[in-house]
């Protein structure tokens, strides 16, 4: 099976604009996770969406939007970006939503913000 | 917020020696994992442990959970160069699969 495609891979953006990321997960994965990495923060979860319903939600501003499609394919939105916006975001998939559920990423999309 | 708090923060070995990180964490959890990045790139699941479990392996990977001290430790036998890279320990409270991190150990394996 192919792995968590997430597109594109690297992105450069000026302050204010808004940018969309896309997430593809595992065939048959029906969870997707979206965690942001930043140097000063570490790994931080963003939402989960599970069956196009978001599941759970992290402590990011209205700024950070997903959502999910009927064939779980995923996508979050940054609205008026921030220079601290610029990190390495990362998709996770599984196969169902669930503490024990094993969750497989994606090599993540770089977004700098300038 | 971070969960995990990682110990130490960067470890430098020997290739075929045995490296030991530590995990701390703060609150009840149904589950720790552990996860490999290399490079800023994407992570790889490597164990699952449940919280009534006490040890766990896979290959050279030896994870052990002690629930009374809020404590983990992953212990890689037999190191090798490809072992370089971060080390994340992970936590899952409740019933949702939210992933709470704790700051990551860099690990370095010399050959």
């Known amino acids: 099976k192919a792995g968590v495609t997430q597109t594109p891979r690297y992105l450069i953006k000026t302050r204010g604009q808004q940018v969309t990321l896309s997430c593809s997960p595992i065939s048959g994965h029906r969870s997707v996770s979206w965690y942001q990495q930043t140097p000063g923060q570490g790994l931080q979860f963003l939402f989960e969406?599970?069956?196009?319903?978001?599941?759970n939600k992290g402590n990011f501003p209205g700024r950070f939007s997903g959502r999910q499609f009927s064939n779980s394919r995923s996508e979050m939105n940054v609205s008026t970006l921030e220079l601290g916006d610029s990190a390495l975001y990362l998709c996770?998939?599984?196969?169902?939503?669930?503490?024990?559920?094993?969750?497989?990423f994606g090599p993540g999309t770089r977004l700098l913000v300038l | 917020s971070q969960q995990g708090e990682e110990d130490p923060q960067a470890l430098s070995i020997q290739e075929g020696e045995n490296a030991t990180m530590n995990c701390s964490y703060k609150?009840?959890?149904?589950?720790l994992q552990w996860y490999r990045q290399n490079s800023g790139r994407g992570l790889v699941h490597l164990i699952l442990i449940r919280s009534n479990e006490r040890e766990k392996h896979s290959g050279r990977l030896r994870v052990t959970l002690d629930t009374s001290k809020k404590s983990s430790s992953l212990l890689i036998t037999a190191s090798r160069a490809a072992d370089t890279a971060s080390y994340f320990c992970a936590t899952v409270t409740g019933a949702n699969s939210k992933l709470t991190f704790g700051k990551g150990i860099t690990l370095s394996v010399r050959p």
């Open positions: 969406y599970f069956s196009e319903t978001q599941r």
């Open positions: 996770a998939s599984s196969t169902l939503a669930g503490a024990l559920e094993t969750q497989y």
């Open positions: 609150t009840s959890i149904n589950n």
